[in-house]
């Protein structure tokens, strides 16, 4: 089997006005999607997030890459790294960032590809399943009005559950909740995140206390301030929380800090910012600086990574669970196999799906039930592509104008002179 063809696709999505400690989300969510194409007339399907900077990278990739046996993948690692090493003028031609998330993209399409060849899923492929449903967990938003696209600012009719307008009321606890119990009433959610680092810390504090008196103690959740805070503040929020956050997800900035905040508080701390490469690990282990990784195969360099991940996770005392961003339902089924194979997954995954859901491009979007995802077990990825509905996202993307996601530039819109601060509070 050979890699005949590998087309890149530029898809925007609807996405609501949400607001996190970088500004807002823009009307439409930016995403690729790699198709490879076998000479057997197979195929494969990745999706990564979006921008021009990195689909140059991906064209150039998978022009090095046509020929090449898609169950190779040391053979093709090799091509892509290749082709990220800094010139004899010493520059890098792609970021890390940009380096893990075409290598990502790669290898997902490689895996649906080699599934479907040998009429197995992807988990399999992985190792097998450690489980047979993935768990995931209501992430909530402060937000202004509109439901995203074209409703974004100038009409909420279609923002009904949670997707209703807050503005200004998002403030107010209540907000929050009511947020929650609409996104729970429809997908069954059992663990709540609420992404804060948006208003005063004492607001967040509060809303995080409002979700524990409406859902009680059995109810794990989660507050993210997206490292906006100093270490004192989030000490002294912190103290308020004990007892009430299942893990407090990077409220300061880097390893330092973060180990600070973790030996002042009896909280578990987690982390996708200040550990967030192979490269940060020793420096983990050396500060101590978190309790639970969140991985993320798009921003880990794929599947194989992040079980390389999950064994350092294992080694050291670290829990496991699984960061999201703005995706559509390819991503989804790659994080469902990928979080199915990993036996030491020790908490519900988050998953930016609900912001997105009906406006997938899938022909049957993968169902939650009781909060979880079952594993597909259908050859590959176990997802069919609805090639009308890819079309109407590209031209989509093609009309919106967005070429690279910029939170601080959307918020300016609504908000002129607004500018992000690494800290804030």
């Known amino acids: 089997m050979q890699i005949s063809d590998i087309h890149i696709t530029p898809v925007a999505a609807p996405d609501p006005p949400l607001l996190n400690a970088a500004g807002l989300h823009a009307p439409y969510a930016l995403r690729l999607i790699v198709e490879i194409v076998s000479d057997d007339g197979l195929f494969g399907w990745g999706e990564i997030p979006g921008g021009e ?30 082709l990220a090493k800094p010139d004899e003028r010493g520059a890098n031609p792609w970021d890390q960032r940009t380096s893990v998330h075409v290598r990502s993209a790669i290898e997902a399409a490689c895996y649906d590809l080699m599934g479907r060849s040998v009429g197995r899923p992807v988990v399999d492929l992985l190792g097998g399943a450690a489980r047979d449903r993935v768990p995931f967990s209501a ?42 119990r609409a996104m729970i009433a429809q997908y069954g959610f059992q663990s709540i995140k609420l992404k804060g680092g948006v208003f005063e810390p004492q607001a967040e504090v509060d809303a995080i206390l409002a979700l524990r008196e409406a859902f009680g103690a059995d109810m794990p959740l989660r507050l993210d301030p997206n490292a906006i805070w100093r270490v004192d503040t989030a000490i002294a929020a912190g103290k308020q929380l004990e007892g009430a956050l299942e893990y407090f997800e990077d409220p300061v900035r880097g390893q330092e800090n973060m180990a600070a905040v973790a030996c002042a508080l009896d909280i578990p701390l987690a982390t996708n910012m200040c550990t967030t490469s192979f490269a940060d690990l020793p420096g983990s282990v050396a500060h101590e600086s978190e309790a639970i990784i969140l991985s993320d195969h798009h921003f880990w360099g794929g599947f194989r990574a992040t079980l390389g991940l999950a064994r350092f996770c294992a080694a050291f005392g670290r829990g496991l669970s699984m960061h999201s961003n703005s995706h559509l339902g390819i991503s989804l089924a790659a994080m469902v196999h990928l979080a199915a194979a990993v036996p030491n997954l020790t908490y519900d995954c988050d998953s930016h799906y609900p912001w997105q859901d009906g406006h997938d491009l899938l022909v049957e979007p993968l169902p939650f039930e009781a909060g979880a995802v079952t594993v597909p077990r259908s050859p590959g990825l176990g997802i069919e592509v609805d090639r009308e509905k890819l079309a109407q996202l590209h031209q989509r993307y093609l009309a919106c104008g967005l070429t690279e996601r910029d939170d601080e530039v959307e918020m300016q819109k609504v908000q002129p002179g607004w500018t992000f601060q690494a800290t804030r509070w």
């Open 139 to 180: 992430y909530l938003f402060y937000k202004y009005e509109g439901a995203g696209g074209e409703f974004n600012f100038e009409r909420d009719e279609a923002a009904t559950g949670w997707f209703a307008a807050r503005g200004e009321a998002a403030l107010e606890p209540e907000g929050v909740v009511a947020q929650a």
């Open 53 to 82: 900077a990195t689909r140059a990278a991906l064209e150039l990739a998978a022009s090095q890459l046509i020929g090449l046996d898609p169950w190779g993948l040391h053979a093709i690692d090799a091509v892509l790294e290749a």
